[in-house]
């Protein structure tokens, strides 16, 4: 047996993820061994990691390898969403020190679960074999459900982690006998290898296609279950609201990275031309729209009835997992699926800011007793607090797609890319929920400037938080002014292995 | 010799039997032996296409399910017990502070 | 050796073909939890048997170690902790119905989109006595230009599991 010199397992491209990784279990031991009145340093160790594997990132971007026996693969993709994960794991950390410290559960183990969720993100994003999809996935989900839970002895939380912990299971078997079935149907687990033998299996007309076809559904239930679309949406309220404000944060973010990450990378690397018949559509673009359809539908429709602001951002998480699931459905198309999935990155990034920036000021209106999250706690919010209050009616309109904020330019690619591939019927859908939409993102606007009544003292926003508003802040409104920036770091973006069958 | 196909839907009744008991009992821990019975239909699913192509993947897929199982296991039960001090029961039906 | 028609192994692939699915059927169906824990051990039993018969010696040797050993222990446990509803008076969710023909049709999907088409495509000739020795199994793992990589991940899963386990059945009486 060869004996693989350390050259050929390329380690240098894993080094963000592995970095991170072994930070981690270091972070552990930190904290271990931390004098008591040192512990709060722990929360800040675990930022240093962060920001090292960011400069990491940044110095292996635009690489295009794979490592560990191509069961790794650094690109572009793999790069710019490590830097989404990153930053949603720093803005985090702000958001959680003084929160976990006010409601009394400030543990260092909080920060190394964040991380090693973090890490399962990234492991996501860069994973070429569904074996990796699969254990990173798992290592993304169990921090969270553990982190769901983190409030002590109360019910809402740990109710919370339980539900969200019983789907993530649910789902994850669905992930796994999918995978099974399209190894069945290939004898590989290796992206690029199921993409090379599924030519085989059509050409001979094998039936073996079946194993494909339900294995591709399967993974798309279990990884449409994490990243929250209809109809596999149910659970994503609840845990929202139950969980600690800081998680639901991440949670909403991370989650949605991982698993769009994965879905975009078995889909388009994988199985893009998965076809029925003789035409190069694959058989998944249909199903991909419908669901992205309900999705925008019933997200939308459903947070405006919702009084509560973490539930709302809920159902307001699901929609906008419908805008980037029409990227997903306009990749289907092998011509214009680099740039669907430039788009879904480019979505990723605007509502990593923009979602952050929103939880951070919930989080700063909430009680220590975690009350206080109503929308009619936001009456007057800008007289008491009129910077919070501004930074929040701009994460409204750029949740909404204002022009000039994130989220519009998010919007934009993701028409574009829509209206390449020829979904007019999916875009118009997008469209008109964009509107409905504003009826309540608006609402909250209307409350801080247009209601009367006493002003929330706003007691968590304390200056970490204040920072993680500023920093959210800024990336919503610079990504909306200057979307080139993001455009630049997404040119190189690939995931079609080929462009013929 | 068993054909493969006999496994696959062997492992096929298995994983609608898993389904059924997580969406059909109320149960938390009846449940959480359901998700088991599912992801060992994937096992028993993998080995046979392992056996099929005859190489080991499957069988190194496997480990990896079995593996993350007890993991999840793990943390499962903790917060099964967790709960059940809290509130004294574990029926999903009644995990409803939070309904709307 | 053929007795009657019936060759010893497809007499094995029966006999643990009911083990395992009596099992589940068990778990899906009792109204005891102690009972429920047995019937999973059962299933699982029968699936070792499985991997035997599917040439996998070494993995049926797992599946009782950690399974049967591990998982199932530990299930039995958090039964006995929660023991005071051991004995479930409302088995079903309150839209089980609903549930039921959701499970059906997803079976009946699976039956006839996938089973009933390849039905006898896929069957080699004849099994390999042993599919991957432990030899070669455990080289796999650590050995660079194969599986170290879900190898360490899963290590850091564990980990977390671990960290995890413990924050979250800690006791309040524990912080000061």
Sequence with gaps: MDIPSFADLNLGVTLPAVFLALGTTVLLLIDAFLPKERRHLTAWFALAGVLVSFVLTLFNFGSSETALAGMFVADSFTGFMNLVALTAAAITILLSIDYLKRTGNARGEFYSLLLLSTAGAMFMASANDLIVVFVALELLSIPLYIMAAFRLNNAKSEESGMKYFILGAFSSAFLVYGSALIYGATGTTNLQEILASIGGIVEAGSSAIFYLVIGAALIVVGLGFKVAVVPFHMWTPDVY???????????????????????????????????????????????????????????????????NIKRMLAYSSIAHAGYIMMAVAAAANPFTADFAARSALIYLLAYTFTNLGAFAIALAIEKDDGSGTDIKDFVGLARSKPVLAAAMAVFMFSLTGIPLTAGFTGKWFVFQATMQAGLVPLAVIGVLTSVVSAFYYVRIIVNMYLSDGEGDEAAGATPLVNWAVYISFAGTLLLGVFPILATNLTETVTLLASVAP | MVPTEAYIILSMVLFAMGAMGVLLRRNAIVVFMSVELMLNSANIALVAFSRHWNQADGHLFTFFVITVAAAEVAVGLALIVAIFRTKQSINIDELHLMEG | MVIGGITPEAFAFGLFTILTLGGALGVALNRNLVRGAVWLIVSLFGMAGLFVLLSAPFLAAVQVLVYIGAIGILITFAVMLTRSMTNLRERFTNQWWMSAIV??????????????????????????????????????????????????????LLTAAIIGAIVIARHQEEEE
């Design chain 1, 241 to 307: 609201e139950g969980a600690p404000t800081p998680v639901t944060a991440f949670m909403s973010v991370g989650a949605k990275i991982g698993g769009f990450a994965a879905l975009l990378r078995v889909l388009v690397t994988a199985l893009p031309f998965l076809v029925a018949g003789q035409t190069v559509e694959p058989v998944w673009q249909n199903t991909i729209m419908i669901v992205a359809a309900l999705t925008l539908i019933v997200g939308n429709f459903v947070a405006i009835s919702q009084s």
């Design chain 3, 103 to 156: 499970a059906g049709l997803f079976f009946l999907f699976l039956l006839l989109g996938v089973v009933a088409p390849v039905w006898g495509s896929l069957s080699p000739d004849q099994a390999p006595a042993i599919v991957g020795t432990t030899e070669q199994l455990g080289v796999s793992f650590v050995d660079g230009n194969q599986f170290v990589l879900p190898f360490e991940v899963v290590s850091l």
